[in-house]
C-alpha cells in the first residue's frame, strides 16, 4: 500500500510564497515521475510541474521562471517552491507519482488528497 501526503498549503497574500510537500510511504521499490496538478473552482485539472527520476522538469507555461519542483530520492518527497503567486494560482495543489511497488511490477500512478492554497489580491 502507498500513501501521498501533501503539505504546505494555506493562505498567502499575492506576490508571497509557498513551498509544498508531498512526501510517498508505504510499500515503494522505486519512484519514476512525480508531478504537481492544480484544480481551481469550476475549472479543470491542470499540471503544473512534473520532474523525472533523473530531475528533468518541465512547467506549465502559467508557472515558468515562478515554480521550481524538486524532489529528494532519499526522503521519496518533491516540493513544489512557488514565488511571485497571483490570485490566479489559487487552486487545490495534489501531487502525482508513478511509483513501482516490486520490481515484479510496473509503475502505477498514486494520487494525494491534494493542499489548498490561497491567494489573496
Known amino acids: 500500500q502507498v500513501q501521498l501526503v501533501e503539505s504546505g498549503g494555506g493562505l498567502v497574500q499575492a506576490g508571497g510564497s509557498l513551498r509544498l510537500s508531498c512526501a510517498a510511504s508505504g510499500s515503494i521499490f522505486s519512484i519514476n515521475t512525480m508531478r504537481w496538478y492544480r484544480q481551481a473552482p469550476g475549472k479543470q485539472r491542470e499540471l503544473v510541474a512534473t520532474?523525472?527520476?533523473?530531475?528533468?522538469?518541465n512547467y506549465a507555461d502559467s508557472v515558468k521562471i515562478r515554480f521550481t519542483i524538486s524532489r529528494d530520492n532519499a526522503k521519496n518527497t518533491v516540493y513544489l517552491q512557488m514565488n511571485s503567486l497571483k490570485a490566479e494560482d489559487t487552486a487545490l495543489y495534489y501531487c502525482?507519482?508513478?511509483?513501482?511497488?516490486?520490481?515484479?511490477?510496473?509503475?502505477?500512478?498514486?494520487w494525494g488528497q491534494g493542499t489548498q492554497v490561497n491567494v489573496s489580491s
Open positions: 520532474i523525472t527520476s533523473g530531475g528533468n522538469t
Open positions: 502525482n507519482a508513478d511509483i513501482r511497488t516490486s520490481s515484479k511490477f510496473s509503475a502505477n500512478g498514486y
